[in-house]
């Protein structure tokens, strides 16, 4: 099979962005926020965790805890218990802490701004500072999670599971305004019609354009 170009899969890539801009015109960050700091515990707390899981936390917790300060100060085993449900409790627990901690003596209470500084916090990649710039500070943003990374490969336009890679490849070939969006769009897209274990090709407003899209099933004459 002939080799695509890079100019051609950009081409494809604003074909795509469209069709899903159309499809999903309210595309949206699922976690319930209202500030960068309950954004950032939030994309913490959705690690092997559902969206719809962390938003049932999230309230109580933000009401015990409604700044990095308080967590900073808080008992451990309180922090814990309050994010019990998420899973994986202890590891996120420590990584809330140390982040807050971090902010606290380095930023003044304040989450920054910065793809650097933001990875420099405790349990914070580029993922979920992507999540935090594109969402509460409008600096565009690839988030590479495993939506991101199975679609775009079933689409064609990147190759491999490495995330820093893809959102790399994908940086080539979408402009900058349309990073943030893109990323809510296939979220959205695999959630809904592109499921892992039962995508709806039929269904899908990408059918023509990816080369993954599985055949009608025919009847038997």
């Known amino acids: 099979m002939k080799r695509e170009s890079t ?11 469209g069709w899903l801009a159309r499809e999903y015109p309210d595309a949206a960050c699922a976690l319930v926020h209202n500030d960068a700091y309950q954004l950032l515990v939030a994309t913490i707390l959705s690690a092997q965790c559902t969206d719809k899981r ?3 936390v999230t309230p ?28 994986f409790y202890n590891h996120k627990a420590k990584s809330l802490q140390g982040m807050a901690r971090q902010v606290v003596d380095q930023h003044g209470g304040q989450i920054p701004d910065t793809m650097e500084a ?6 914070v990649g580029r993922k979920t500072a992507n999540v935090v710039l594109g969402n509460v500070f409008g600096i565009p943003g690839l988030t590479v999670d495993t939506h991101m990374i199975r679609l ?25 305004e349309e990073w943030t969006m893109y990323s809510h769009r296939i979220i959205e897209h695999g959630r809904t019609v592109c499921i892992a274990r039962r995508p709806r090709c039929p269904d899908c407003v990408l059918n023509e354009l990816c080369p993954s899209a599985l055949e009608p099933v025919k009847s038997a004459s």
């Open 7 to 17: 100019a051609r899969k950009a081409e494809r890539a604003a074909e795509i962005n």
């Open 54 to 56: 962390v938003n049932l």
């Open 60 to 87: 109580a917790f933000f009401a015990a805890y409604p700044d990095a300060r308080a967590l900073a100060e808080a008992p451990s085993e309180d922090v814990v218990e309050a994010i019990h449900s998420t899973g």
């Open 118 to 123: 933001l990875t420099r916090l405790p349990g």
């Open 152 to 176: 775009n490969n079933l689409l064609g336009l990147v190759q491999g599971k490495d995330a820093v890679k893809i959102e790399r490849t994908l940086m080539t070939l979408l402009p900058p």
